[in-house]
């Protein structure tokens, strides 16, 4: 059997306990039922007897505190939640263990915003990792050595993974339950749980959002401008000479400052603008994308699907219930 190792944060967010719990010993009923042995042997394991989350609304009690445990072999880090630097502080004693774990064999994956736990053992340095697209700007900003890989639900490096926003997880905890329980009970609890197999973004989720907690004032300003002219043809020469700065050194400067090129930047903005008239407008597509600034359709579905992972149309019927009836 496999020991599961579901560690109880402060600060934890608890749905994401429950979920992981849930399944690990779902899989196990599924497998008995079909009259083969469990294959995971399931504990929650916390620094205290009691851990309260969601502001002592709730507690969990674990099953085994951390220095009673040894050896584990998959090590699952819950979503934590609240101002993520204290909740990274308050979490530290859990960072030696979890680095022990991984030197002995284990697997350790976190789960949405459990990524900051992770990427606090300095185990994702030269890594990649997934977390949720709301929080990237800080995950960046704290840890500059692990590359964030936006828009990916799951991400596996060297035995450790991490998954992208909210229920994403549960992508996450479906991949472990194929890869040690078989891909029959898998398929099992994601037609059980009524979860989503195999989903491999969460690019249609995210809202657009600039960084803008820097200190460059022109590029602030040319953010600005990109965000208010959404109709417009804007190119980046245009913007550099705007701001009196040389071409290459505008691109460096917006980079640094942003997280994205100035291209991808007015792309991003045009297509959130997009995404909402498509939510919440009877609009058609070429009228959308008229609106936004593009003229070239192929160009814009292009552009289009690239960030969201969707068609336009496909966008539209999705999140539009008004134009799904019609």
């Known amino acids: 059997m496999k020991h599961v190792a579901i560690l109880i944060p402060n600060e934890a967010v608890l749905a994401s306990i429950v979920d992981a719990r849930t399944i690990f010993t779902g899989a196990n009923d599924f497998l008995q039922s079909m009259g ?52 990274v502080k308050v979490n530290q004693d859990f960072v030696p263990w979890i680095i022990e774990q991984y030197r002995k064999g284990a697997e350790i994956a976190s789960l949405c915003i459990g990524s900051f736990i992770l990427a606090s053992t300095g185990l994702l340095n030269g890594k990649e ?13 704290m840890f500059p050595q692990v590359t964030l890989v936006d828009g990916r639900i799951v991400t596996e490096q060297q035995g450790l993974y991490s998954s992208g926003g909210a229920t994403s997880y549960w992508s996450l905890l479906l991949l472990l339950i194929e890869k040690y329980a078989g891909r029959d009970i898998a398929i099992m609890a994601a037609k059980i749980y009524a979860l989503e197999i195999d989903r491999k973004s969460q690019s249609p989720f995210a809202m657009f959002t600039g960084q803008k907690k820097h200190e460059d004032n022109p590029i602030k ?19 550099s000479s705007m701001y009196a700065i040389g071409r290459r050194h505008f691109e460096r400067r917006f980079k640094k400052a942003t997280n994205n090129t100035p291209v991808e930047y007015i792309q991003r903005v045009k297509i959130e603008a997009a995404k909402k008239q498509l939510e919440s407008t009877p609009k058609n597509v070429n009228e959308v994308m008229y609106d936004v600034g593009y003229t070239d359709a192929k160009a814009f579905r292009t552009v289009f699907k690239k960030i969201t992972g969707l068609s336009p149309i496909d966008y539209r019927n999705k999140y539009n219930k008004q134009a799904a009836v019609a």
């Open 221 to 239: 300003q040319a953010q600005e401008y990109i965000e208010n002219n959404v109709t417009e043809k804007i190119s980046v020469e245009d913007l």
């Open 36 to 87: 083969r042995p469990p294959v995971f042997d399931v504990h929650m394991v916390g620094l205290a007897k009691e851990v309260k989350v969601h502001g002592g609304i709730f507690s969990v009690h674990p099953d085994i505190l951390l220095n009673e445990l040894q050896k584990s072999d998959i090590v699952v880090i819950p979503a934590i939640s609240g101002d993520l630097e204290n909740a």
């Open 129 to 141: 990792c997934s977390s949720h697209w709301i929080t990237a700007d800080k995950f960046r900003s």
